[in-house]
């Protein structure tokens, strides 16, 4: 069993930052991929950020300049640093890691930019 467990969302003013923080615990041997994904109120679940095991990485044209995603193979954790942020990156942010053939999701952190 495998469980991923969030952290780093909050409340913050436009132009600021978070880092979200995703750390996987259980039977982890071989990671495909690491990702974010968000889900902002009335809208479907969208890739923010991607990340391979080569370090390999992929954005949605939205967050591109702004989200760095990063991972820590020893600690098995992937991060996603958020500058700059805009009223619309408001969502529930939810991390994702693939181990073929199975694929987990995190609990989902609130991050909410607001004046």
């Known amino acids: 069993q495998v469980q991923l467990v969030e952290s780093g969302g909050g409340l913050v003013q436009p132009g600021g930052a978070l880092r979200l923080s995703c750390a996987a615990s259980?039977?982890?041997?071989?990671?495909?991929?690491m990702a974010w994904y968000r889900q902002a109120p009335g809208k479907q679940r969208e890739q923010v950020a991607t990340?391979?095991?080569?370090?390999?990485?992929n954005y949605a044209d939205s967050v591109k300049g702004r989200f760095t995603i990063s991972r820590d193979n020893a600690k098995n954790t992937v991060y996603l640093q958020m500058n700059s942020l805009k009223y619309e990156d408001t969502a529930v942010y939810y991390c994702?890691?693939?181990?073929?053939?199975?694929?987990?999701w995190g609990q989902g952190t609130q991050v909410t930019v607001s004046s």
């Open positions: 994702k890691i693939a181990l073929p053939p199975n694929v987990y």
């Open positions: 259980g039977s982890i041997f071989s990671i495909a991929y």
């Open positions: 990340i391979t095991s080569g370090g390999g990485t």
